[in-house]
Structure formats: C-alpha cells, structure tokens
C-alpha cells in the first residue's frame, strides 16, 4: 500500500463544477502539500498545510490530522485549471523530504 | 526575482555514460531537493540538501550523487546510465527543510 493515495486518478468535469482531489496517507507528518503539474513538467506548489484550511482565490485546502484526509477543492472550474493535482507529505525529521501521490489528472471542459 | 533555475532542460545520453544535472536555488533558500519522476507516476525523493550538508537520501544506488556548493546551488551526479534512468529530474529549493518548497521546470534525461 502506498504511503500517500490520491482519488480519483482522473476527473473530468465540465466548466462553472466544484471539484473535490481527496487524499490520505499512512504516515506520520509534519505537513501536507498540493502542488500543480502541468504537461511539460513545471510543477507549482499551491498549498502546504498541518491543519485545519487555507484558501486561495477559487482553491480551498483541508486536512484532518486525526483521520489523515486532505481534501483540494476548486470552486467555479475553468479550462485552465487542467493539470495534475499532487498531493505530497513531508516527513517528520531532519530532512523533512517529500513523499507524493500518484496525481489526479483533471480535465475541465468548456 | 528569478525562480528555481534548472540545467539543461533536456538531454540526451547514451546507457553507459555519465551525467550532471545542475539547480540553482531561489536566492535566499539554502535547502535544495533532488526529485526523479518516471513517466506516468509522482516524483521520488532522491537527496536533500541544507547548509551544503546531506540532510537526507532516498532510496537510489550508489551511482547518484550529489552536492551542495558554497553559493548554495546544487549538482546531482548519475554514473553508469541505465536505460531506467530516464526521467524528469526535478529540483526544489527552500529557505529551509520546515518551509515551502517552490520547484524548477525540470532536467528530463533520456538514456537510450
């Protein structure tokens, strides 16, 4: 079992959906993070939180630290948002490296 | 201010040979990460670096290596090119292990 799962793998939705990434993992963390992957490989990140939510223009993101859950919602999607979603947990520790999921790829249609 | 600078983008080498990737960091961030990411999955964590020290490696062979140089950039080494070495390279800098991570555009090999 991976230590990170990320669902669904693929999502398409049309424009003007609310979207809803989900992710838990199996490990101890000091933080989890969402980044963006776009073709070509450039990858951004968007959130790093260890609690509650953060909220950034049409992305929100959640973590329940007990239940081990994340979730990255997009409000209102649009075209450009298509892209692969990561979720991503730094380990405890030193080094604090990152372990990702496998990525959602979205697909938003006009 | 300039982002997380990757070298070279692509390149191409033959199974056998030897390459050197090179990052510079975002100025100001003395944590530099190496990542591999294998067509269709999420990256892997390869080295990280803090304070040109090893602060921690990934479950890779002895044939990648990397360092940390005193202006804070960053080579990663790969010896004896094998043909599952091909991969997007990525490299990511912060100011320090406990902080955000931002990302440069990636070095993608290909061994052939």
């Known amino acids: 079992k991976n230590e990170v799962e990320q669902s669904p793998q693929n999502l398409t939705a049309q424009e003007g959906e609310f979207i809803t990434i989900n992710c838990s993992y199996s490990?101890?963390?000091?933080?989890l993070h969402w980044l963006q992957q776009h073709p070509g490989g450039g990858i951004v990140s968007l959130f790093m939180?260890?609690?509650g939510k953060k909220k950034h223009g049409r992305l929100i993101a959640t973590i329940n630290i007990q239940e081990k859950h994340s979730s990255l919602h997009i409000t209102a999607s649009h075209p450009r948002d298509s892209a692969v979603y990561i979720c991503?947990?730094?380990?405890?520790?030193?080094?604090?490296?990152?372990?990702f999921g496998s990525g959602t790829q979205l697909t938003v249609l006009p | 201010d300039a982002g997380v600078t990757q070298s070279p983008t692509h390149l191409i080498k033959t199974r056998g040979q030897q390459v050197t990737l090179r990052c510079s960091p975002i100025?100001?961030?003395?944590?530099v990460s190496w990542y591999q990411q294998v067509l269709g999955q999420g990256p892997q964590f390869i080295f990280q670096?803090?304070?040109?020290?090893?602060?921690g490696r990934g479950n890779f062979p002895d044939r990648f290596s990397a360092r940390q140089f005193p202006n804070y950039s960053s080579e990663l080494n790969v010896n004896a090119l094998l043909l599952g070495d091909s991969a997007l390279y990525l490299c990511?800098?912060?100011?320090?292990?406990?902080?955000?991570?931002?990302f440069g555009s990636g070095t993608r090999l290909t061994v052939v």
């Open positions: 670096y803090y304070e040109k020290e090893e602060r």
């Open positions: 100025s100001g961030h003395k944590s």
């Open positions: 991503a947990v730094s380990a405890p520790g030193s080094a604090r490296q990152l372990t």
């Open positions: 990511a800098s912060s100011f320090s292990p406990n902080y955000g991570y931002t």
């Open positions: 939180l260890s609690s």
């Open positions: 490990v101890g963390i000091s933080a």
